[in-house]
């Protein structure tokens, strides 16, 4: 069991009486690799500002070690940086970046200040170099250095000064696909080797459960959801966790009794329990859990409306009753062959409902070709007759 | 001339070619030749004679761009560092006095400064000279202002601070903020952050200042004329004496502007050198 190094307790933040956070409860973990994912504007970086001491939550506490920490400038925080910009000082080349926190007074934990000695210092910077792989560089002007060069010097700059936990926000913005991968495990290896916490900010899903211990989903303010990415990706706890972590069709149901959940009209076996009898609720259904069988097979019956050639599968958008489901499969359905479906207990994901539901989840508008095919479809009511004289 | 489009700065070449290059030809064509129309050094020759005068006129545009870097930094900070209500009064403030003409802000220095001047007659009125006559038994009935080094030193500051004040602030308050939080975060007080990040950064403005108070001010003839005096005489009243003065003789006009040019030059360029390295990251 780690030890607990950093807790938010019902932290908000308002600006002009705006609130952007809104009762954050968060705990972090020493050594832990913890990721905010969420959209744009969600008060991901206002949440690692609190934690850096950029910004007191108007309400709220901060604790770091046990200690609350609210009114602790950022210049006396166990706490470094890696800023989403880089902000690295355009005055000093790369070594001098890199020296930039170790040159400044130290107070030790006598409160007595010492400085480190040039030699320390050059050991310590050299070595850094070495870790982001820098090495030859020392004597560069930042002007001079390539983006992903650049991120390495910010990432360098923070972690010579050793700190307990390492904040970063959307360090891999800037770069290219695959300089982004590379640097993902360059991170993750680094976070392991210096055994530092990191909180990292993100509103790349795939990074956010590649490299992380622990995912917090945020939208609006709000923490939806805190687990490991496998649970986050196979347990969402509301239609905006499914939705914003891989694709998902999310669909009404009705929980009949525990592990059978009606969509549909058509009962299915699952593997959730613990809700009422009757209660209306989110099914999530990722794409690629879904098996396309021959339609008399099928548990559900549908028209193949639109498929796109993705490399490994194939993106089918099929039509049940009017509603668009996206279906990953390696087999190829031609545009309006009919198919029908099988689902596994374990592919059917049962959520309680909340304000997100029935705002994801359809892919009618996955395609504009989409559009025109959609008006000339069948119509669902008359569909959905049949499939009722059939059962 | 690359492309169609820098033909558009035509006017402007033709313009600077008339009335900054030729003169400049002039004036080193009439160092060099003497009224009789020979090549001579003798006009330079003749330059030891003004050497109180060059040593004066350079010294008292050092001071005064001291004295405006000193009042004119800080002003700057703040205003950058203060919220927009601060900074438009303090613009207008400082932009005020530039919108009335030059010679008569002067004038009006003189009338403020003059023996029987406001604020000699202030000082009567509140009964100050009667207070130092009492203490120290003297006989003073104003004090001499004007005609001094100190009030040539005070209408170039006066006229010349806000060439100081724009530059600087412009670059402080273009100064990116996320290298002001990443220096606090890793470690720096607000001393720290000023000394280490926020002065080095605003170096360019400084040099930029710096260049536009001291080439003027080592180069004023009214502002020496008007509160300096015929005592006071600095470069720019000796080079006009000798185009427009009884002394009239441009070709020593002429090599005294040339040697005047060439100090600030070589002044300048040194100065840039010193700034080259901040010079080029602000451009990042
Ligand atoms: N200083 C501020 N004053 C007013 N509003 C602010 C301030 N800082 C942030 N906000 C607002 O708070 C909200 C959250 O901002 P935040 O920067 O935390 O988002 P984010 O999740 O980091 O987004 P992104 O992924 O785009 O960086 C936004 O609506 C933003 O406009
Ligand atoms: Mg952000």
Known sequence: MSKELIRLSNCTMAFDGEVVLDGINLYINDKEFLTLLGPSGCGKTTTLRIIGGFQTPTSGDVFFDGVRINSVPPHKRAVNTVFQKYALFPHLNVYENIAFGLRLAKTDKDGKRYKLSEKEIDQRVMEMLEVVNLRGFEKRHISQLSGGQQQRVAIARALVNRPKVLLLDEPLGALDLKLRKDMQNELKRIQQAMEITFIYVTHDQEEALAMSDTVVVMDAGKIQQIGTPEDIYNEPKNAFVADFIGESNILDGIMREDGVVEIFNRKFKCLDSGFEKDEPVDVVIRPEDVDIVPENEGQLKGTVTSVTFKGVHYDTIVDFYGFKWLIQTTDFCPVDSRIGIKIDPDGIHVMKKSHYSGMFGDYSSYSEEYEEISDASIDPEEEEQEDENEE | ?284
């Open chain 2, 1 to 284: 001339m690359k492309n169609k489009i820098s033909w558009l700065a035509a006017p402007y070449v033709i313009w600077m070619a008339l009335i900054v290059v030729a003169p400049i030809i002039m004036v080193v064509i009439y160092a060099f030749t003497t009224a009789q129309g020979g090549i001579t050094l003798d006009n330079f020759a003749r330059m030891g004679t003004y050497t109180v005068i060059f040593t004066r006129s350079f010294q008292l545009a050092l001071v005064a761009t001291i004295i405006c870097l000193l009042l004119g930094y800080p002003l700057a900070y703040v205003m950058a560092k203060e919220g927009p209500g601060f900074q438009r009064i303090a613009m207008v403030l400082i932009m005020l006095p530039m919108w009335v003409n030059f010679l008569l802000r002067t004038y009006a220095w003189m009338a403020i400064l003059e023996n029987n001047g406001i604020l000699n007659n202030f000082f009567e009125a509140i009964g100050l000279f009667d207070l130092i006559n009492g203490i120290f038994g003297t006989d003073l009935t104003y004090f001499r202002m004007i005609r001094t080094q100190g009030a040539v030193v005070l209408g170039m500051v006066y006229n010349y601070l806000p060439f100081m004040v724009l530059p600087i602030y412009s670059v402080i308050i273009k100064l990116d903020h996320s290298l002001l939080e990443a220096a606090r975060d890793l470690g720096a007080n607000s001393a720290l952050v000023f000394r280490k990040v926020i002065f080095p950064l605003s170096l360019p403005g400084v040099l930029s200042g710096v260049t536009m108070v001291f080439v003027p001010s080592v180069s004023t003839f009214a502002i020496s004329r008007m509160l300096g005096g015929n005592n006071q005489m600095l470069l720019g009243n000796l080079i006009e004496q000798q185009f427009l003065g009884g002394a009239y003789n441009p070709y020593l006009g002429s090599a005294i502007a040339l040697v005047m040019m060439v100090i600030v030059i070589v002044c300048m360029v040194v100065m840039n050198h010193f700034g080259e390295g901040e010079e080029q990251a602000v451009m990042l």
